[in-house]
């Protein structure tokens, strides 16, 4: 079952039209990505296909996170391409990241074409267990009236 994607029909059909005027603006694509969350903190994980570590940049400033990278396309001369749908050119992703985790502490991870990022929460919005203290003195050789 595939998702219906208005969007892509969209960009599909600005790419065969630049394709067929001769021009070749390099296309810009959002990858997937699934968002989870755990007592430690938010992970996001995205597609990045084809994607090597060097055309990769992940900035985070101001309760942002952004990704990008650059996927090039592999054109070759006296070859004619019939179909290309893997989405290649410059993706992009930015995500609004609540203050409660702390952006400077981001770790990221590339394996198999998959970008593992991982923000951990801050330290003020850790979970803390608070002990109970009474101001009074119990006297326990002051007998009781």
């Known amino acids: 079952m595939m998702r219906f994607d208005p969007f892509r029909d969209i960009e599909e059909l600005a790419q065969r039209m630049d394709r067929a ?25 995205l597609d990045l296909p084809g994607v090597t570590p060097d055309t990769l940049q992940i900035e ?18 006296g070859r004619t391409a019939h ?3 893997r989405a290649h050119g410059t993706l ?10 702390d ?7 590339l394996e198999h074409g998959t970008l593992t990022l991982r923000v951990p929460r801050s330290e003020a919005a850790q979970k803390r267990t608070v002990t ?3 101001g009074k003195v119990l ?7």
């Open 103 to 109: 952006l400077s502490r981001v770790e990221a991870d």
């Open 21 to 45: 005027l001769g021009q070749s603006a390099p296309a810009r694509y959002a990858p997937p990505v699934d968002v989870h969350e755990d007592d430690h903190g938010l992970e996001l994980t």
């Open 60 to 77: 985070a400033e101001n309760h942002t996170l952004t990704v990008q990278a650059t996927r090039p396309y592999a054109r070759q001369e």
């Open 92 to 101: 992009a992703r930015t995500f609004n990241i609540p203050a409660r985790y």
């Open 83 to 85: 179909r290309v749908e």
């Open 139 to 145: 006297d326990t050789d002051t007998p009781s009236a």
């Open 132 to 134: 109970v203290r009474t």
